[in-house]
Nanobody
């Protein structure tokens, strides 16, 4: 059974850092695009970052470029989102999602995600 479990959220002060984890089970990352999304209260869900199944192509929303970094550990079958210089507007529930892709493809996009985790809350506040 394919499953995604997010962790690492919490309360952090503006300017601080957090690292979110997305642990995947039931599938191999080399066959899936992984995306990080977030949804703030009263707002639509937005794509934050994605990582191709090859692990070599990344994409970031303009609002997080230069502050967030997506990466993965194949041995742990886990994708990470390192978030630095956090701002109050980063406050949201963060979700990871997976989209079936060709093996080790360079494709990376936010649409078409088939599987979703339950999310982890990030609150940036002083």
């Amino acid at each position: 059974q394919l499953q995604l479990v997010e962790s690492g959220g919490g309360l952090v002060q503006p300017g601080g850092s957090l690292r979110l984890s997305c642990a995947a089970s039931g599938f191999t990352l080399g066959y899936y695009v992984i995306g990080w999304f977030r949804q703030a209260p009263g707002k639509e869900r937005e794509g934050v970052s994605c990582l191709s199944s090859s692990g070599g192509v990344t994409k970031y929303a303009d609002s997080v470029k230069g502050r967030f970094t997506i990466s993965r550990d194949n041995a742990k079958n886990t994708v990470y989102l390192q978030m630095n210089n956090l701002k109050p507007e980063d406050t949201a529930v963060y979700y990871c999602a997976a989209d079936r892709s060709d093996y080790y493809s360079s494709y990376c996009a936010y649409h078409g995600m088939d599987y979703w985790g339950k999310g982890t809350l990030v609150t940036v506040s002083s």
